[in-house]
């Protein structure tokens, strides 16, 4: 006697392969290259998107603000849940901007939704025109023997000293950094890019929306800089310890 299937079973079996078939179809609208605008008061920024998929399955993508002078710049955070689309920016252009788009798919092909920045909201519109041309996320550079080591500082913020300290070391695929902020507690910043270029160097943390550029001073014994954390921009000297 072959095997009883309640009726529950299947459902639930076609619910799920239904649900799996709705996901699929939702992350291959995704994919592309989409054009529009922010509508921002009295004016329209123009906006490139690009999402794309590896592999792997992660997301990946980058955005152009013509307007702005933003141009292949990383997307983080990237979720597609169904029709709904999520993407960030921590870090652009050296610039600390941490925005944030939130959008759904129509059936008509569109991305609308919402663009977030420190409290503000704009409407966005865009469509597909095409396959992705995501730029690659950019890789840490290689950095000189100077720049090894341990480097140590303090800046106050909001009437609180901050401990700063920032460990470099050097790899054959670039150079990777420890970076720690000490004030009422013990921040322990990821970093996802470190460039030099001649004397000076910059190390972002998109995720903490952190950026710091110093320039190695001829002894090579301090970096003169600036510490920015969103529109906030504070003097930082970065001293080397034995």
């Known amino acids: 006697m072959p095997p009883i299937i309640s009726r529950s079973k299947v459902s639930l079996t076609i619910a799920l392969v239904l649900a799996?078939?709705?996901?699929?179809?939702?992350?291959e609208m995704a994919v592309g290259r989409w054009e529009g605008s922010i509508k921002i008061p009295e004016r329209e920024l123009p906006l490139v998107v690009d999402l794309a998929q590896g592999e792997s399955g992660n997301?990946?993508?980058?955005?152009?603000?013509?307007?702005?002078?933003?141009?292949?710049?990383?997307l983080t955070d990237i979720v597609v849940t169904n029709s709904s689309i999520s993407f960030a920016c921590k870090n652009a252009g050296g610039r600390a901007?941490?925005?944030?788009?939130q959008g759904?798919?129509?059936?008509?092909?569109?991305?609308?939704?919402?663009f977030l920045q420190a409290g503000n909201t704009a409407p966005f519109v865009l469509h597909k025109t095409g396959?992705?041309?995501?730029?690659?996320?950019?890789?840490?550079?290689?950095?000189?023997?100077?720049?090894?080591?341990?480097?140590?500082?303090?800046?106050e913020f909001l009437g609180y000293?901050?401990?700063?300290?920032?460990?470099?070391?050097?790899?054959?695929?670039?150079?990777?950094?420890?970076?720690?902020?000490?004030?009422?507690?013990?921040n322990n910043l990821p970093v996802d890019l470190i460039e030099q270029e001649d004397n000076?160097?910059?190390?972002?943390?998109?995720a903490a929306g952190i950026n710091?550029?110093?320039?190695?001073?001829?002894e090579g014994t301090q970096l003169n800089g600036t510490l920015a954390q969103g529109p906030t921009e504070l003097p930082l000297v970065l001293h080397h310890t034995p």
């Open 20 to 27: 799996a078939a709705i996901a699929g179809d939702a992350q």
């Open 59 to 74: 997301w990946v993508g980058s955005f152009i603000v013509p307007g702005l002078d933003l141009k292949g710049s990383t």
């Open 97 to 101: 901007l941490d925005v944030t788009w």
């Open 104 to 114: 759904n798919l129509s059936k008509e092909g569109a991305l609308t939704g919402n």
């Open 131 to 155: 396959p992705p041309q995501a730029e690659p996320a950019p890789r840490s550079t290689v950095i000189t023997k100077q720049l090894e080591g341990e480097w140590k500082g303090e800046y």
């Open 161 to 186: 000293p901050r401990q700063v300290t920032l460990k470099l070391a050097n790899h054959s695929e670039g150079a990777t950094a420890e970076f720690v902020i000490v004030g009422k507690k013990v």
């Open 200 to 206: 000076r160097i910059s190390v972002d943390s998109h």
């Open 212 to 218: 710091y550029e110093g320039r190695l001073n001829k």
